[in-house]
């Protein structure tokens, strides 16, 4: 998991280069990370806290992922 972390970091570098050159202030990428079972890393609680989100907005970030991740697989198996 952290790979991924770390991955959505070095995704957007260019773009925070260019809003610290921009606005003339400091920049942080915080991924959101949540696995295909809604399993969520540390950071990612840390970083939506830091945020200002709550739990409840935890929880529905989950289950949205549970449901996307259910409607693939019924796709995949034919269901509708």
Same mark, same amino acid.
């Not at 990370?33 to 950071?43: G, L, W």
């Given at each position: 998991?952290?790979?991924t972390?770390?991955?959505?970091?070095?995704?957007?570098?260019?773009?925070?280069?260019?809003?610290? #050159?921009?606005? #003339?202030?400091?920049?942080?990428?915080?991924?959101?990370?949540?696995?295909?079972?809604?399993?969520?890393?540390?950071?990612?609680?840390?970083n939506?806290?830091?945020?200002?989100?709550?739990?409840?907005?935890? #929880?529905?970030?989950?289950?949205?992922?549970?449901?996307?991740?259910?409607?693939?697989?019924r796709?995949?198996?034919?269901? #509708?």
């Open positions: 998991m952290m790979k972390i770390q991955e959505k970091i070095s995704k957007y570098v260019e773009l925070r280069t260019e809003i610290q #050159k921009q606005w #003339k202030m400091e920049t942080e990428v915080m991924p959101i990370v949540v696995t295909t079972t809604a399993i969520v890393p540390h950071v990612t609680v840390k939506v806290n830091e945020l200002g989100g709550t739990v409840s907005e935890l #929880k529905n970030i989950q289950k949205a992922v549970i449901l996307h991740t259910s409607s693939i697989v796709k995949v198996i034919g269901e #509708k």
